[in-house]
């Protein structure tokens, strides 16, 4: 797949992640919270956009692995810099959402004033650190009991 078919296929990804997340999360949310729609769009804006490089990491990965039998160590370290820093947004945001919607402050200013502040510091953080890991390292080998 050329890269410009794999650019087309993740931002349609994108796209029906944004629709999909952010349907479910206003209709889950409609019973609870109103304008539900107010915490729905962003959700499923982070969502889409997480989505794009995923898919276009994970296919660029799936090809290397099919036509070599190894992915390369740049992919391998792409997806997983972006799978750690999707996670690190996710747990620094969730943290601060946890914290803020507990107190006097309602969840959809939660989610908005700090949990994506807060999620994009924490993700950043995650990403880099995990960019700079030593790649190339091997473990020793266990030593073998005679």
Do not use: C, H
């Amino acid at each position: 797949m050329n890269k410009y078919m794999k650019t087309f296929v993740s931002l349609f990804a994108g796209l029906l992640g944004f629709v999909a997340v952010g349907v479910a999360v206003t209709e889950l949310l409609d019973p609870y919270i109103w304008p539900s729609l107010m915490l729905g769009l962003p959700i499923g804006l982070v969502a889409g956009i997480a989505f794009i490089p995923l898919t276009y990491l994970g296919i660029t990965y799936w090809e290397e692995r099919r036509n070599t039998g190894t992915a390369s160590q740049e992919t391998v370290r792409r997806l997983w810099t972006t799978v750690a820093a999707l996670f690190g947004f996710l747990a620094g945001g969730g943290v601060a959402v946890a914290i803020l919607s507990a107190q006097a402050m309602g969840l959809a200013s939660a989610i908005l004033l700090a949990g994506f502040p807060v999620g994009i510091v924490s993700g950043a953080l995650v990403g880099y650190l995990v960019y700079r890991r030593d790649w190339t390292r091997q473990d020793p080998p266990a030593a073998s009991v005679q």
